[in-house]
Nanobody
Framework: QVQLVESGGGLVQAGGSLRLSCAAS????????MGWFRQAPGKEREFAAS????????LYADSVKGRFTISRDNAKNTVYLQMNSLKPEDTAIYYC?????????????????WGQGTQVTVSS
């Protein structure tokens, strides 16, 4: 079992920045692939970023590449999503997810555990 708790969401103006955090517990964090997904109102959940257990491999959706950065601190059992140059279309609930085994992936069906989400709202 892995428990995930997101934080750091909020309201920000377009062009601004936010850093999301996801604290994990219940399993050796350094062995788990982590991902960030988001779901806007009326839309399906979509992939944002993923990071390997060591942090040496990352994967980004085209929509966030160059603006968002995923990172992790295995000593703190925490994964981060630094979001810069935010746009109104980034408004969504952001979820972190954990995958036991495997590699970084953009497929939400391969992730085994999910957090409750944190709301990010970007005003124009």
């Amino acid at each position: 079992q892995v428990q995930l708790v997101e934080s750091g969401g909020g309201l920000v103006q377009a062009g601004g920045s936010l850093r999301l955090s996801c604290a994990a517990s219940g399993r050796t964090f350094s062995t788990v692939v982590m991902g960030w997904f988001r779901q806007a109102p009326g839309k399906e959940r979509e992939f944002a970023a993923s990071i390997s257990p060591s942090g040496g491999s990352t994967l980004y959706a085209d929509s966030v590449k160059g603006r968002f950065t995923i990172s992790r601190d295995n000593a703190k059992n925490t994964v981060y999503l630094q979001m810069n140059s935010l746009k109104p279309e980034d408004t969504a609930i952001y979820y972190c997810a954990a995958r036991i085994g495997g590699n970084v992936s953009r497929l939400n069906r391969v992730y085994d555990y999910w957090g409750q989400g944190t709301q990010v709202t970007v005003s124009s």
